[in-house]
C-alpha cells in the first residue's frame, strides 16, 4: 500500500505480532463492535455456529500479514467436518513458512454498501517514536493503494496528543470518506449517522490509551465497515507489541537560573594561536557584564591566561563550581572531561560541547554512544549528572548579561544585545542563528541558542526555558531532526505559548531524502516523518515555513510586531508600478480577498488627499496605491494614514529611494518620516510594513526604519510572503 507504507517504518523486528482474534479482543475492550467468532488450535468441541451457518475461516500465524495472499481465507456455510479439513489444510500450507497459530472462525457479516462509491475504512494507531501516537483513518478494502494514489489526500492522520475525536470528526467529515458514510453525497443515502462516527472516533482514543498500558505499538484494522445495524464493524486486524514499556521523554534537570542567568562560567579548551575556537570565546565572554573574577579558564600549568585565572582540571571545580563549563576542546577530550566531572558528582550544572564528531556523521569512535550510555546510566540510578548541551554547538546569546559565548570575532558580527527583547531563536544550526543575525543587523534577541545534535538537552527543554520567561512572546526554531519523542513534547509548548497569546515559528529541514541523509551527517538528527510532524506542529499552533524566505519574512513581521494575534485587511502604497502589479500576483487570485476594498467614501476622502498635494489627475485612488516619482514624505504619511484610517490593518509601505522627492542623502526628513510612522502604528495598533528595494548606497536609509522597529524588506514580493504565511497558520 503506496501511502500507507510509511506506517510501516518503524516497526521493528523485536517486536511481537498481534493476530486478528487477539486484535479483537482489544477492540472489544474499548466499545468497539466485532463479528461473533471463535478460535480453535485442535479442540472443536465450543463452537458458536450453527450446521449451513455462513461464516469466513482464516488461519492464523505469527508474522502473517496478508492472509488472502497465502490461500488462508475462505468463505463457508458451516459444517463442522468440512471446518476441520480446511484447518487441517491451512496449518500445513502455513507451517512451512509461518509459526502456526490456529484457525479463526468469524460470522460472515451483511454490510452496506454504498452506490458507486468506496465504504471501507482503514484504521492504524501507531505509537511512532518522534510523534507519539498517531492514529490515521482513510480508505479500506482491496483498493487502498489505488485510492491512495487517485487521491491528494486519501489518509487522514491525527496526533492524539494535539487533536480530540471532535476535531477529527469535523475533519472526516469534509473528507471524501465522511461525506460517503453520512449520505452528502449527491444520490447516496447514508450507512450511518455522526454521532455513531464521533463515538467509533472516541473509541479509537481509548484504544490508544489500552495501547500505551500494554506497551502495543502498532494495530491496523482494514477494513472496518458498516452492518445493516448502522454501526461500525471490525472484518480484520493485525499489530505489534514490545516487551519494552513506551517511555516519554523526560525534560533535562536543569533550572532555568543557573543557565540563562549564570554566575560563573569556565572555559576549556583556549590557545594562545590567533583565530582559535577557545581564544575567540574567551574574548567574546569578557565583553560581557560578568566580571573577570567570575571566568575560569580550565588550563594545566600557567595560573593565568590573557589576565583570566586558570585552574588545572575539572577537580579544581569541585572548590570553584560554575553554573556553565564550555568544552572547546576535541571529541575526545570532551567525553574524557565529562566522565571526570561525573565521577566526582559536582562542578558544573551545565556543559556546553563546542566539538563535532560526537554521534554525528563524523563519530568513528562511538563517543556519542559511549556518551549517551553514560549520561542515561547516571540519570536512570539517580547519580548527579550535569545538563549537557551539543555536540556541534556554536554557543548562546544572553542579552540580560551581554553575554555571547559564540566562536565568531565581534568584526564579523557586532551582536545587538537588548534585554528588553521580547524574541529568542533556538536553532540546531549554528550557522543559522549567526546568518539571521548577520542578515537582520537590527535584530536583537533576548536570548539565542545553537543547540547542536540534542545529544541530552533537547529542543523541548529550550523551549521550556523560553516558556518561563514571560517576556519572550516571538519564538523562532530552526530543527533538522527531533530527539525521540520530543515532537509530542514540543506540540504541548507550542499549544501553552499559543494559549499565551505567545507565538513559535518553526523551519523543519531535512524533509526531503537528501535533506534528511544531510541532517544525519551533520547533526545526526532523527528527521522522521515530516507529514506527521507538520500536522502535528501546524495543530498545536505553530506558524510551520517551507523556506528560508518564508522564516526570514515570518521572523522579521513577527520580531517587529511581537503582540501581533490578528491580521486585518492589506494596503499597499508605493511609488513604482511594478510594486502593485507584483505584490496583488504574490497574493494571487485565491487571496486577492486579504486586500481592502475601497467603498465611495474610501474614493472621495483618498482624493481629497491627492488633490491637495496636487496630485489630483496624476494618481487614482486605489489600492494597491501607486504614487508618482513626485510624491514627498508628506504625502505618503497622508496616504498611509487614511488607509489606516479606512480600516486596513497592515500597510505595506514601497519606498524606491531613488526618487529626488525622498531624503536618502541627510536624512533629516527621512528620520522624521520614520518616527512619525512609528507613532501611527503605537496609536493605531496597525502593522506597517517599509519595502526599499534599492541597492547598498541606500543601507543607510534602510537603517532609519530599521532603527524604528519596522520590519523593513529587500522587496515587496518577500513583505507580502511573510503576511501570507501568517494569514493562512493563523
Known amino acids: 500500500m503506496a501511502e500507507y507504507a510509511n506506517h510501516y517504518a518503524l516497526i521493528e523486528m523485536s517486536q511481537t505480532f498481534i493476530a486478528e482474534h487477539q486484535v479483537y479482543s482489544l477492540l472489544s475492550q474499548v466499545g468497539i463492535k466485532t463479528p461473533k467468532h471463535c478460535f480453535v488450535d485442535n479442540d472443536f468441541s465450543d463452537i458458536p455456529f450453527d450446521s449451513g451457518e455462513p461464516v469466513v475461516l482464516k488461519g492464523m500465524a505469527t508474522d502473517l500479514w496478508h492472509k488472502s495472499d497465502n490461500d488462508a481465507l475462505h468463505f463457508r456455510d458451516f459444517e463442522l467436518e468440512e471446518i476441520k479439513c480446511l484447518h487441517a489444510k491451512m496449518q500445513k500450507n502455513l507451517s512451512a513458512k509461518f509459526e502456526w497459530l490456529g484457525t479463526l472462525i468469524t460470522e460472515k457479516i451483511a454490510i452496506q454498501k454504498a452506490d458507486n462509491a468506496p465504504s471501507e475504512i482503514f484504521v492504524s494507531l501507531q505509537r511512532d517514536k518522534c510523534c507519539g501516537a498517531v492514529i490515521s483513518l482513510g480508505f479500506g478494502g482491496l483498493l487502498t493503494e489505488a485510492w491512495a494514489k487517485e487521491l491528494k489526500q486519501s489518509l487522514l492522520v ?15 467529515e469534509n473528507h471524501w470518506l465522511g461525506k460517503i458514510l453520512l449520505g452528502e453525497i449527491r444520490q447516496q443515502k447514508p450507512l450511518l449517522n455522526r454521532q455513531t462516527l464521533l463515538s467509533f472516533l472516541e473509541s479509537l482514543w481509548r484504544l490508544d490509551n489500552l495501547m500505551a498500558e500494554k506497551n502495543i505499538t502498532f494495530l491496523e484494522v482494514n477494513p472496518f465497515v458498516v452492518d445493516n445495524s448502522g454501526e461500525i464493524i471490525a472484518l480484520d486486524g493485525v499489530g505489534l507489541s514490545c516487551q519494552d514499556k513506551h517511555l516519554e521523554p523526560c525534560p533535562v534537570p536543569l533550572e532555568d537560573k543557573s543557565f540563562l542567568n549564570p554566575k560563573r562560567i569556565a572555559l576549556a579548551g583556549v590557545s594562545a594561536k590567533t583565530g582559535s ?139 545587538n544585545f537588548n534585554p528588553d527583547s521580547q524574541v529568542a531563536l533556538i536553532s540546531q544550526s549554528g550557522a543559522f542563528l549567526i546568518t539571521r543575525l548577520s542578515r537582520h543587523c537590527n535584530l536583537s534577541l533576548k536570548y539565542g541558542f545553537s543547540i547542536g545534535n540534542q545529544l541530552d538537552m533537547k529542543l523541548s527543554d529550550f523551549m521550556a526555558l523560553m516558556a518561563r520567561d514571560q517576556s519572550v512572546r516571538v519564538l523562532g526554531l530552526y530543527v533538522e531532526g527531533f530527539a525521540e519523542g520530543d515532537v509530542c513534547a514540543v506540540a504541548k509548548l507550542v499549544k501553552q505559548f499559543r494559549a499565551e497569546n505567545r507565538h513559535v515559528i518553526i523551519y523543519k529541514g531535512g524533509r526531503s531524502a537528501l535533506g534528511q541523509a544531510a541532517a544525519a551527517g551533520h547533526t545526526g538528527a532523527m528527521t522522521g516523518d515530516y507529514h506527521l510532524q507538520k500536522r502535528l506542529l501546524h495543530k498545536a499552533g505553530a506558524v510551520l515555513v517551507e523556506s528560508f524566505n518564508q522564516f526570514n519574512a515570518v521572523f522579521k513581521w513577527m520580531a517587529a510586531y511581537p503582540d501581533l494575534h490578528t491580521l486585518g485587511k492589506l494596503a499597499i502604497v508605493t511609488n513604482a508600478g511594478y510594486e502593485t502589479v507584483g505584490s496583488v500576483d504574490i497574493l494571487g487570485d485565491n487571496d486577492s480577498g486579504r486586500l481592502y476594498e475601497f467603498n465611495d467614501d474610501n474614493f472621495q476622502r483618498l482624493n481629497k488627499i491627492l488633490k491637495r498635494h496636487q496630485l489630483e489627475g496624476l494618481v487614482a485612488p486605489s489600492n494597491p496605491l501607486d504614487l508618482t516619482p513626485m510624491a514627498d514624505e508628506s504625502v505618503y504619511y497622508d496616504c498611509v494614514e487614511s488607509m489606516i484610517e479606512f480600516g486596513a490593518g497592515v500597510v505595506m509601505l514601497g519606498l524606491v529611494p531613488l526618487s529626488e522627492q525622498l531624503d536618502t542623502h541627510s536624512l533629516s526628513k527621512a528620520e522624521a518620516f520614520a518616527e512619525k510612522l512609528k507613532k501611527l502604528t503605537e496609536f493605531s495598533g496597525r502593522l506597517i510594513g517599509i519595502v526599499i528595494d534599492a541597492g547598498v548606497p541606500y543601507q543607510q536609509y534602510k537603517a532609519v526604519f530599521e532603527r524604528q522597529g519596522f520590519p523593513v524588506f529587500d522587496g515587496m514580493d518577500m513583505a507580502v510572503l511573510g503576511i501570507n504565511v501568517l494569514k493562512r497558520s493563523w
Not at 491525527?158 to 472526516?172: F, G, I, Q, R
Request: with cysteine; net charge negative.
Open 158 to 172: 491525527w496526533p492524539a496528543s494535539v487533536y480530540t475525536p471532535l476535531e477529527a470528526l469535523e475533519e472526516l
Open 277 to 415: 575556537v577557545g581564544g575567540l570565546i574567551l574574548e567574546n565572554i569578557r565583553q560581557s557584564s560578568l566580571s573577570e573574577d567570575d571566568i575560569l579558564v580550565i588550563k594545566p600549568g600557567v595560573s593565568h591566561f590573557a589576565g583570566i585565572q586558570c585552574v588545572p582540571d575539572v577537580a579544581s571545580l569541585i572548590k570553584h563550581p560554575v553554573d556553565v563549563l564550555i568544552l572547546a576542546l576535541p571529541a575526545k577530550s570532551c567525553v574524557e572531561m565529562i566522565t571526570e566531572l561525573c565521577a566526582q558528582g559536582q562542578g558544573a550544572q551545565a556543559i556546553y560541547i563546542v566539538a563535532g564528531g560526537i554521534g554525528d556523521g563524523a563519530d568513528q569512535s562511538g563517543f556519542g554512544e559511549s556518551l549517551s550510555r553514560l549520561i542515561k546510566d547516571r540519570r536512570a540510578s539517580g547519580q548527579w549528572c550535569p545538563a549537557i548541551v551539543g555536540p556541534n554547538g556554536l554557543g548562546m546569546l544572553l542579552s540580560p548579561l551581554k553575554l555571547n559565548s559564540l566562536f565568531i570575532p565581534q568584526r564579523k558580527l557586532n551582536v
